[in-house]
């Protein structure tokens, strides 16, 4: 890899600022630290691990699992144009912190959070924006307990979500092996297909987009899935879509060096992202495997595995299908009939 001077007059993008700066700088320092109790915590997954959260062996019967993520600021169009309100992006930031907790196969257990917001913000904005955070941690029984507020030009959110596995079923993105079998939770491309419809001018509100817009007020992080592959040793790997589809096969691909084919037939399509795709005459896999922060889970199973757990995910009342194969090599493509091609779309890019 060429390595890119820091202190250059072009920055790093963030993927280079992780793999440049960050993990040099946090690198593996700490690896075990002794409690009050002299209990040792020892770190299983810190920032060099890359994956959804970083992970904590207790002892005992759990590990410590918790994630960050930075979810609102001037670029959240959808906010700015109207079409989520304070209590929406309040659900959204926890949603989607709590969603990393998930693709570890994690049990969500709280939620901490921090709201810049202006000075003249109403405090019925205020009280709307924090009743979203805590409903919509409580919706996956988490709770918001605590964090920081003050103020800002205008509203900044992030918050870190915390929850406990038990080590056995730790998942993580490094585990796809050849031969496994490729499953996602649920259709993808819907919350790209609103940001894309509303940048061209769409409204989005209509019904006809409800399905759309839904993904970016009520973000449903699959824990129960989660909780499910964790539980069976067939399920190797798991990472959740908050970079599209296309970017969380890419990121199993490279993090359990083997490549990955999913076949364009089984992919599930849902009817309002083929009419967004017709609305904007675009491929709907673009929007498929797009920048959409729909926040299903991608997993890598045994096909020994596959049927139990598929069933098990049948009888909670919860989807899983099955969209493509481990194979050997690196990298991903996408299987049309007999042809292997290169996956379409964008996924998203951290500047």
């Known amino acids: 890899m060429t390595m890119h001077a820091v202190g250059s007059s072009t920055p790093l993008d963030e993927p280079s600022k992780i793999a440049e700066i960050i993990v040099p700088t946090m690198g593996a320092e700490a690896l075990s630290t002794v409690l009050t109790n002299g209990a040792t915590a020892e770190l299983l997954l810190g920032a060099g691990a890359q994956d959804d959260c970083a992970a904590f ?38 949603g989607a912190n709590i969603s990393d907790v998930a693709a570890m196969g994690a049990i969500p257990l709280g939620l901490l959070s921090v709201v810049r917001y202006p000075k003249d913000l109403p405090d019925s904005d205020f009280t709307e924006l924090m009743e979203g955070i805590r409903d919509g941690a409580r919706a996956v029984g988490a709770l918001n307990v605590g964090g920081d507020i003050g103020s800002a030009e205008r509203i900044i959110l992030s918050a870190s979500a915390f929850g ?48 759309l817009l839904g993904k970016w007020r009520r973000v449903s992080p699959r824990v129960a899935h989660g909780r499910i592959f964790a539980g069976n040793p067939g399920v190797t790997s798991c990472i959740d879509t908050s970079d599209g589809l296309k970017g969380a096969v890419e990121a199993l691909a490279h993090a359990s060096e083997v490549s990955i084919v999913v076949e364009e037939g089984r992919l599930p399509i849902a009817d309002s992202v083929r009419r967004a795709a017709d609305r904007l005459s675009c491929d709907v896999l673009d929007l498929v495997f797009g920048d959409s922060v729909d926040f299903e889970l991608v997993a890598t199973v045994d096909p020994a595995a ?27 493509g996408l299987r049309r009939g007999a042809v292997t091609t290169d996956v379409p779309g964008a996924s998203w890019r951290h500047t």
């Open 306 to 332: 596959v049927d139990a757990v598929s069933e098990q995910c049948g009888a909670a009342g919860l989807d899983l299908d099955v969209i493509g194969r481990v194979e050997a090599g690196q990298g991903v």
């Open 164 to 211: 406990v596995v038990e080590p056995a079923g730790l998942l993580t993105r490094t585990g796809a092996r050849e031969g496994q079998l490729l499953c996602v939770t649920g259709p993808t491309g819907l919350a790209g297909s609103a940001m894309k419809l509303a940048n061209n001018g769409e409204d989005v509100a209509r019904d006809e987009y409800s399905a």
């Open 57 to 94: 062996r207790l002892e005992g019967s759990h590990v410590l699992v918790t994630g960050s993520d930075y979810v609102r600021g001037p670029k959240f169009s959808l906010y700015e144009k109207g079409f989520l309100t304070n209590y929406d992006i309040g659900w959204y930031l926890a």
